[in-house]
């Protein structure tokens, strides 16, 4: 896949920009705050359908402006597509390919990045519902249909603490609680295909993360993912061993709704005592592993950095080997800077097959020479042609 063009209107700080892209590796370079971050995260945001820093939209909006719009042209097996969206201050946001409107989260099906940035440092170190937003990202861009069924739990889910929290501010709990039966059919339904699908994912990306954590540092690590799952074990914060509460092999749907269906039956009590759902995939973890001990509580600083980095390699490894867009766009925010000489070449030996790598610094030297063939500088939101 190939990003030839890129124009933004009213993004973060860009008012209006206009870039053409080539393949192979393009460096962009600016000083902090000029605007280079703000570049590459509308790419993403075409991917995963959101922000690697902010949670809200909003933010990614111009001040005093109602919408902002990123539109890029795209080519992949000898095919064009001009893909484009409006990220809108106030409403639902707005999706076109080729100038036909789509739904906004059919937007994956045609542009797929991989971007690692700073903040995932928190993949390693930060709270599960990261790492569940990494997994379920990953997925949607395997298989885009994972959009809707992600977005159908997440709605039941909702909808079914609305009315365990109703029924318990109301008192009449079994009468309120007459149709909880019903939402708990689809929660299954859609909770055990996800399920299923991420333990799948899973499997198939742990030994891609270990070979790209073993470049990168230069060494023999064992690096591994598992699933968490809270419909089969619910011991919670036991990580005294990556052994603990962990999944490592592939579920399938029918395992994983009778799991399912077992564990909403022993949690019915606690369910209605504290009206939330406590049992699902909004529930479950990623466990990474380092030499045999979870890396959320022993790695350090540089190891974290280096598996937070070789998670994105992996899956960006993983898209170009099973995906018929062929290789995603691999982008790579200020990457450079936290690694000393050796790790910075074996990242440019890592990076160097993909059809189109995208790179930030805020100095040029940061970055091995063989990756600065096409360089654009960055400033104050525009791009400076003659530095």
């Given at each position: 896949m190939l990003v030839t063009h890129v124009e933004l209107k009213d993004f973060r700080n860009y008012e209006s920009?206009?870039?053409?892209?080539?393949?192979?590796?393009?460096?962009?370079?600016?000083?902090?705050?000029?605007?280079?971050?703000?570049?590459?995260?509308?790419?993403?945001?075409?991917s995963t359908l959101g922000s690697h820093r902010v949670s809200t939209d909003n933010a990614m909006v111009r001040q005093h402006t109602d919408a902002a719009i990123i539109r890029v042209r795209v080519e992949h097996n000898e095919r064009k597509f001009l893909v484009e969206v409006q990220i809108n201050r106030a409403g639902a946001n707005r999706a076109q390919i080729n100038r036909s409107a789509i739904r906004t989260r059919e937007l994956p099906r045609y542009f797929s990045s991989v971007l690692f940035a700073p903040e995932d440092l928190a993949l390693v170190r930060g709270e599960p519902s990261g790492r569940r937003r990494f997994i379920d990202d990953l997925l949607v861009l395997r298989s885009p249909r994972f959009s809707g069924v992600i977005a159908d739990y997440e709605r039941v889910v909702k909808q079914r603490n609305m009315l365990l929290k109703s029924a318990r501010a109301s008192g009449a709990r079994d009468a309120q609680l007459s149709t909880l039966d019903v939402w708990d059919e689809r929660l299954i339904a859609f909770g055990a295909e996800i399920i299923s699908a991420r333990s799948s994912l899973v499997a198939n990306l742990?030994?891609?993360?270990?070979?790209?954590?073993?470049?990168?540092?230069?060494?023999?690590?064992?690096?591994?993912?598992?699933?968490?799952?809270?419909?089969?074990?619910?011991?919670?914060d036991s990580e005294s061993a990556v052994a603990t509460n962990e999944v490592g092999e592939i579920i399938s749907v029918a395992d994983a709704t009778g799991a399912?269906?077992?564990?909403?039956?022993?949690?019915?009590?606690?369910?209605?005592?504290?009206?939330?759902?406590?049992?699902?995939?909004?529930?479950?973890?990623?466990?990474?592993?380092?030499?045999?001990?979870?890396?959320?509580?022993?790695?350090?600083?540089?190891?974290?950095?280096?598996?937070?980095l070789s998670l994105k390699l992996a899956s960006a490894e993983l898209l170009r080997r099973d995906s018929s867009a062929g290789d995603p766009v691999l982008i790579l925010d200020d990457v450079f800077?936290?690694?000393?000489?050796?790790?910075?070449?074996?990242?440019?030996?890592?990076?160097?097959?993909?059809?189109?790598?995208?790179?930030?610094?805020?100095?040029?030297?940061?970055?091995?020479?063989?990756?600065?063939?096409?360089?654009?500088?960055?400033r104050a939101g525009a791009v400076i042609v003659d530095e």
């Open positions: 920009l206009a870039l053409e892209l080539v393949g192979g590796p393009t460096l962009i370079v600016g000083s902090n705050g000029q605007g280079k971050t703000n570049l590459i995260e509308a790419l993403g945001f075409l742990s030994p891609e993360v270990s070979r790209a954590y073993g470049k990168i540092v230069g060494a023999d690590h064992d690096a591994s993912l598992a699933n968490s799952l809270s419909v089969i074990s619910r011991q919670d399912f269906t077992t564990a909403l039956g022993a949690v019915r009590k606690q369910e209605r005592d504290r009206a939330i759902t406590l049992v699902g995939p909004h529930r479950d973890d990623l466990i990474f592993g380092l030499n045999g001990l979870p890396a959320r509580s022993y790695a350090s600083h540089g190891e974290s950095w280096s598996f937070a800077a936290e690694l000393d000489q050796s790790r910075r070449e074996r990242l440019a030996d890592s990076i160097s097959g993909f059809e189109q790598v995208l790179i930030t610094a805020a100095v040029l030297g940061d970055v091995p020479e063989r990756l600065t063939a096409k360089v654009v500088h960055i």
